[in-house]
Protein backbone atom coordinates (compact mmCIF):
# COMPACT_ATOMS: atom_id res chain seq x y z
CA UNK A 1 0.00 0.00 0.00
CA UNK A 2 3.22 2.27 0.84
CA UNK A 3 5.50 0.98 -0.76
CA UNK A 4 9.03 0.19 0.40
CA UNK A 5 9.62 3.01 3.51
CA UNK A 6 12.91 2.61 3.50
CA UNK A 7 13.53 3.65 -0.54
CA UNK A 8 9.96 5.50 -0.91
CA UNK A 9 9.77 3.76 -4.45
CA UNK A 10 5.85 5.37 -4.19
CA UNK A 11 7.81 9.22 -4.03
CA UNK A 12 5.69 9.97 -1.01
CA UNK A 13 6.08 13.56 0.34
CA UNK A 14 8.84 13.57 2.77
CA UNK A 15 8.42 15.79 5.97
CA UNK A 16 10.52 16.04 9.35
CA UNK A 17 8.32 14.32 11.84
CA UNK A 18 8.03 17.65 13.99
CA UNK A 19 6.40 19.34 11.22
CA UNK A 20 3.32 16.81 11.44
CA UNK A 21 3.10 16.17 14.77
CA UNK A 22 3.56 18.14 18.42
CA UNK A 23 5.47 16.43 21.07
CA UNK A 24 5.42 17.15 25.02
CA UNK A 25 7.44 15.46 27.64
CA UNK A 26 5.43 13.83 30.56
CA UNK A 27 5.03 14.53 34.19
CA UNK A 28 7.92 13.89 36.35
CA UNK A 29 5.57 13.69 39.29
CA UNK A 30 5.98 10.31 42.02
CA UNK A 31 3.54 7.91 41.60
CA UNK A 32 1.94 5.70 44.10
CA UNK A 33 0.44 2.44 44.06
CA UNK A 34 -2.19 3.58 45.92
CA UNK A 35 -5.45 3.95 43.59
CA UNK A 36 -5.49 7.55 43.05
CA UNK A 37 -7.18 10.06 40.50
CA UNK A 38 -5.72 9.40 37.82
CA UNK A 39 -3.91 6.29 36.38
CA UNK A 40 -0.88 7.03 34.63
CA UNK A 41 0.89 5.60 31.69
CA UNK A 42 4.70 4.26 31.97
CA UNK A 43 7.29 3.35 30.10
CA UNK A 44 6.03 -0.68 30.94
CA UNK A 45 2.58 -0.04 30.12
CA UNK A 46 4.36 -0.20 26.03
CA UNK A 47 4.86 -3.10 24.82
CA UNK A 48 7.77 -3.97 22.48
CA UNK A 49 5.39 -4.32 19.22
CA UNK A 50 3.42 -1.06 20.21
CA UNK A 51 0.72 -2.20 21.85
CA UNK A 52 -0.34 -0.68 25.12
CA UNK A 53 -0.38 -2.80 28.02
CA UNK A 54 -2.55 -1.26 31.31
CA UNK A 55 -2.42 -3.84 33.79
CA UNK A 56 0.33 -2.29 36.08
CA UNK A 57 -0.87 0.60 36.73
CA UNK A 58 0.45 3.83 39.37
CA UNK A 59 -1.50 6.45 40.26
CA UNK A 60 -0.96 10.14 40.66
CA UNK A 61 -2.98 13.52 41.63
CA UNK A 62 -2.91 16.68 39.37
CA UNK A 63 -3.93 20.16 39.40
CA UNK A 64 -5.92 21.38 36.96
CA UNK A 65 -3.54 23.04 35.31
CA UNK A 66 -1.56 19.72 35.16
CA UNK A 67 -4.52 17.88 34.22
CA UNK A 68 -4.71 20.12 30.94
CA UNK A 69 -0.77 19.43 30.27
CA UNK A 70 -1.08 15.82 31.49
CA UNK A 71 -4.23 13.91 30.62
CA UNK A 72 -3.82 11.73 27.64
CA UNK A 73 -6.86 12.08 24.75
CA UNK A 74 -7.51 9.64 22.38
CA UNK A 75 -5.77 9.12 19.06
CA UNK A 76 -2.63 10.48 20.90
CA UNK A 77 0.82 8.27 21.14
CA UNK A 78 3.50 7.79 23.81
CA UNK A 79 7.13 7.33 22.50
CA UNK A 80 9.36 5.86 25.36
CA UNK A 81 12.33 8.43 25.21
CA UNK A 82 14.35 6.47 27.73
CA UNK A 83 15.32 2.70 27.97
CA UNK A 84 17.37 0.18 27.22
CA UNK A 85 19.20 0.69 23.35
CA UNK A 86 16.73 -2.17 22.29
CA UNK A 87 13.59 -0.21 23.85
CA UNK A 88 14.45 3.30 23.00
CA UNK A 89 11.54 4.33 20.77
CA UNK A 90 9.11 2.17 21.37
CA UNK A 91 5.58 3.77 20.50
CA UNK A 92 2.03 2.46 21.45
CA UNK A 93 -1.14 4.38 21.02
CA UNK A 94 -3.58 5.61 23.68
CA UNK A 95 -7.38 4.62 22.27
CA UNK A 96 -9.59 4.59 25.64
CA UNK A 97 -11.88 7.11 26.63
CA UNK A 98 -10.51 7.03 30.00
CA UNK A 99 -8.31 10.07 31.75
CA UNK A 100 -4.82 8.81 32.06
CA UNK A 101 -1.30 10.83 32.66
CA UNK A 102 1.83 9.97 31.20
CA UNK A 103 5.47 9.53 32.89
CA UNK A 104 8.20 11.89 32.36
CA UNK A 105 10.35 8.83 30.07
CA UNK A 106 7.65 9.47 27.92
CA UNK A 107 7.06 11.91 24.94
CA UNK A 108 3.41 12.28 23.91
CA UNK A 109 3.26 12.70 20.23
CA UNK A 110 -0.11 14.60 18.64
CA UNK A 111 -0.78 14.07 14.99
CA UNK A 112 -2.26 17.13 12.89
CA UNK A 113 -4.78 16.40 10.05
CA UNK A 114 -1.74 16.07 8.17
CA UNK A 115 -1.26 12.41 9.34
CA UNK A 116 -3.36 9.34 10.83
CA UNK A 117 -2.51 8.39 14.21
CA UNK A 118 -2.71 4.51 13.00
CA UNK A 119 -0.52 5.12 10.06
CA UNK A 120 2.01 6.39 12.42
CA UNK A 121 2.07 3.79 15.13
CA UNK A 122 3.26 1.43 12.57
CA UNK A 123 5.85 3.63 10.90
CA UNK A 124 7.40 4.19 13.98
CA UNK A 125 7.60 0.50 15.11
CA UNK A 126 8.01 -0.17 11.58
CA UNK A 127 11.68 -2.21 11.83
CA UNK A 128 13.02 0.50 9.57
CA UNK A 129 12.26 2.90 12.06
CA UNK A 130 13.82 1.23 15.06
CA UNK A 131 16.72 0.94 13.21
CA UNK A 132 17.25 4.64 12.68
CA UNK A 133 16.29 4.79 16.56
CA UNK A 134 18.58 2.03 17.65
CA UNK A 135 21.39 3.87 15.89
CA UNK A 136 20.24 7.59 17.09
CA UNK A 137 20.03 6.75 20.47
CA UNK A 138 22.47 7.93 22.87
CA UNK A 139 23.54 6.24 26.29
CA UNK A 140 23.37 8.20 28.96
CA UNK A 141 24.59 6.82 32.61
CA UNK A 142 23.54 3.08 31.04
CA UNK A 143 20.15 4.29 29.64
CA UNK A 144 19.57 5.37 25.72
CA UNK A 145 17.52 8.53 25.20
CA UNK A 146 16.06 10.40 22.59
CA UNK A 147 14.56 13.40 23.22
CA UNK A 148 11.80 15.48 21.47
CA UNK A 149 13.99 17.29 19.48
CA UNK A 150 16.13 14.26 18.25
CA UNK A 151 12.30 12.80 17.13
CA UNK A 152 10.88 15.52 15.26
CA UNK A 153 14.50 15.64 13.48
CA UNK A 154 13.15 12.32 11.79
CA UNK A 155 12.20 11.82 8.30
CA UNK A 156 9.25 10.38 7.58
CA UNK A 157 6.54 9.46 4.41
CA UNK A 158 3.55 11.40 4.34
CA UNK A 159 0.97 9.27 1.66
CA UNK A 160 -2.18 11.21 1.20
CA UNK A 161 -4.02 11.10 3.98
CA UNK A 162 -7.24 9.31 2.14
CA UNK A 163 -4.62 6.64 1.81
CA UNK A 164 -4.01 6.26 5.36
CA UNK A 165 -7.30 6.28 6.32
CA UNK A 166 -8.11 3.47 3.96
CA UNK A 167 -5.33 1.55 5.87
CA UNK A 168 -6.40 2.97 9.06
CA UNK A 169 -9.87 1.07 8.50
CA UNK A 170 -7.82 -2.12 7.46
CA UNK A 171 -6.09 -2.30 10.69
CA UNK A 172 -9.33 -1.73 12.60
CA UNK A 173 -10.86 -4.51 10.84
CA UNK A 174 -8.28 -6.33 11.09
CA UNK A 175 -8.00 -5.74 14.94
CA UNK A 176 -11.95 -6.59 15.47
CA UNK A 177 -11.22 -9.95 13.89
CA UNK A 178 -8.62 -10.40 16.51
CA UNK A 179 -10.67 -9.44 19.15
CA UNK A 180 -13.10 -12.20 17.62
CA UNK A 181 -11.27 -14.94 17.53
CA UNK A 182 -9.50 -14.34 20.99
CA UNK A 183 -13.27 -14.34 22.57
CA UNK A 184 -14.25 -17.51 20.50
CA UNK A 185 -10.99 -19.32 21.48
CA UNK A 186 -11.74 -18.93 25.23
CA UNK A 187 -15.20 -20.94 24.53
CA UNK A 188 -13.62 -23.99 22.89
CA UNK A 189 -10.71 -24.31 24.71
Same mark, same amino acid.
Given at each position: ?14 ? +?????? #? ?17 ? &? ?6 ? =? ?11 ? $??? =???? +? ?6 ? $? $?????? =? +? ?23 ? @? ?5 ? =??? &? &? ?5 ? /? ?6 ? @? ?26 ? #? ?7 ? +? ?5 ? /? ?6 ? /??
Amino acid at each position: MFGDIKTNDKNWEIK +KLGEVV #QTQYGTSKKATSIVGKFPI &LRMNNITY =SGEMDYKDLKYIE $LSD =SEKE +KFLLKKGE $L $LFNRTN =S +KELVGKTGLFNLDIPMAFAGYLIRI @KPSNLIH =SKF &L &LFFMNSE /FMKKLLYN @KAKNIVGMANINAKELEDFSIILPPIEL #QNKFAERVE +KIEKLKF /FNNFIHKF /FK
